[in-house]
């Protein structure tokens, strides 16, 4: 594999994280027992880190980019192994 395709292969796993990554530890105003500010939705974070939330999301992302480069190395899934409707073989007949 191409180093540019494995970095934009990366640059994925990276955006899918962060929707993995943003629902876990958020703390809302009332939790932490802070008053909202007038107009703030209540379920809206008491205190956004971005630089802490973009460190999650690289460990994250990096963790399932090695994974999925082992698994294009190896092989351990193939296409043959999730297609469960057998189409595979309908073409060759």
């Given at each position: 594999?191409?180093?540019?395709?494995?970095?934009a292969?990366?640059?994925?796993?990276?955006?899918?994280?962060?929707?993995?990554?943003?629902?876990?530890?958020?703390?809302t105003?009332?939790?932490?027992g802070?008053?909202?500010?007038?107009?703030?939705?209540?379920?809206?974070?008491?205190?956004?880190?971005?630089?802490?939330?973009?460190?999650?999301v690289?460990?994250?992302?990096?963790?399932?980019f090695?994974?999925?480069?082992?698994?294009?190395?190896?092989?351990?899934?193939?296409?043959?192994?999730?297609d469960?409707?057998?189409?595979?073989?309908?073409?060759?007949?």
């Amino acid at each position: 594999m191409r180093w540019t395709s494995a970095l934009a292969i990366y640059v994925l796993f990276w955006a899918f994280s962060v929707f993995l990554v943003l629902p876990f530890g958020v703390r809302t105003s009332d939790e932490v027992g802070a008053a909202r500010v007038p107009g703030q939705a209540e379920s809206a974070p008491h205190e956004f880190r971005a630089g802490r939330i973009a460190l999650r999301v690289t460990i994250v992302a990096t963790i399932l980019f090695v994974l999925f480069q082992l698994n294009y190395r190896y092989g351990w899934i193939t296409p043959g192994d999730v297609d469960f409707f057998d189409r595979m073989n309908m073409e060759t007949r």
